[in-house]
């Protein structure tokens, strides 16, 4: 049995003696000892959102509002949708591992898009932020699923990659192509919906948003 005196740093572990990494296989089992103020009670890189940070659909409305050079917007999906992404393993350490995942998001609070008067006239509009949860492992593919906690659509779905699939390449993706309402009605295709159902409530005149869903 291989024992190490360890200094955890930057997510790796470093033998303290000699500065060299130390590399865990994968999937093994240790013996972790330390004090009781050497470890966190949370992951701080994925810590809940709180009660009172959720905005509701009047405050999130006033958030919107206040977008530097806003244009234009209009809601999108109200808060508890269910927005879908899948994610595909490219590398397969054997024929046992399973390569397909499908992740389901939950909305926290209201979606909206939103243009800017400083924006090229050929830009889409784009999501504003949006406190959301990864809640679910669809497939139950995932050892020791863990709810991911984000406050846009990008980063839950860079964050998950980082989180679970470390060594699969960047995180890099348009939220737009990768995630959906359902199957096959992307959220490309609700932004395309959206931008025919014109005209959008001006930033300067605000009536009631219509029901849009």
Known sequence: MKSHNIIYKNNKFYEENTGK????KDGESFLIAGDNEAF?????LNIPHKEDEILNSSQKLEEVKKIKNLHSFTLALQAQTDIFFDFSITKVKNEQEPIHYRFRIKLLEDLYLYKCTTWDEAKKPTFFECRCVVLEDIHRNIDFFEEIYAISLNEAYSKTRQFYFPNQGTAGASVYLVMELKKDSSLEALRNR?????????AYDYPDLPELF
């Not at 990494?21 to 865990?24: E, G, H």
């Open 194 to 202: 959206l931008m025919q159902n014109l005209p959008w409530t001006s």
């Open 21 to 24: 990494r130390v590399f865990p």
């Open 40 to 44: 966190n009670d949370y992951d701080p």
